[in-house]
């Protein structure tokens, strides 16, 4: 694993979230966000993240009494669905960078059909769509105020 300042508990109750988040797919031939490629991304990929997702795994570990990993499964399934409805900040940058990485991986981004490249400098073809859908948001009095 890259090295991070996570201690080994945390990174086992992380790996651990992260495959419930985005488990593997035997149907999609997908693997999950705890497949160790990917959960090697994660931790690299914390940067601007990393205070927010101590934070979160931290709240996991008091609501799991300890080790989030550890935890019998049916246990560790209530626990992490009063985490999710906690939500928060914290919570919401983490799954955020799981997330990212997940779906950069070269083996998720095949099963959706996509060629697993950056977008540029070649592109991706996006179809249109219906731009009435935007209608409602166009609508919307201006949410910020103008410098003069």
């Not at 790996?15 to 966000?33: D, F, H, K, Q, T």
């Not at 083996?107 to 592109?123: A, C, D, H, I, T």
Request: hydrophobic share 40%; charged share 30%; with cysteine.
């Amino acid at each position: 694993m890259p090295n991070s300042d996570l201690d080994d508990r945390q990174i086992r109750d992380f790996r651990m979230l992260a495959g419930m988040i985005i488990p593997a797919s035997e149907a999609y031939g997908v693997p999950g966000a705890d497949d160790e490629k990917i959960f090697a991304d994660i931790l690299r990929s914390l940067e601007r993240d990393h205070d927010a997702v101590r934070r979160a795994l931290a709240h996991l570990a008091t609501l799991s009494g300890g080790s989030f990993a550890e935890l019998e499964p049916a246990r560790r399934m209530e626990v992490a669905a009063v985490f999710r409805e906690a939500g928060g900040p914290p919570l919401t940058a983490l799954v955020r960078v799981v997330l990212l990485c997940y779906y950069r991986d070269d083996r998720v981004m095949r099963s959706l059909g996509q060629e697993p490249r950056p977008p540029f400098p070649r592109g991706h073809v996006v179809e249109q769509g219906d731009w009435s859908l935007l209608d409602p948001v166009r609508k919307r009095s201006r949410m910020y105020r103008t410098v003069d």
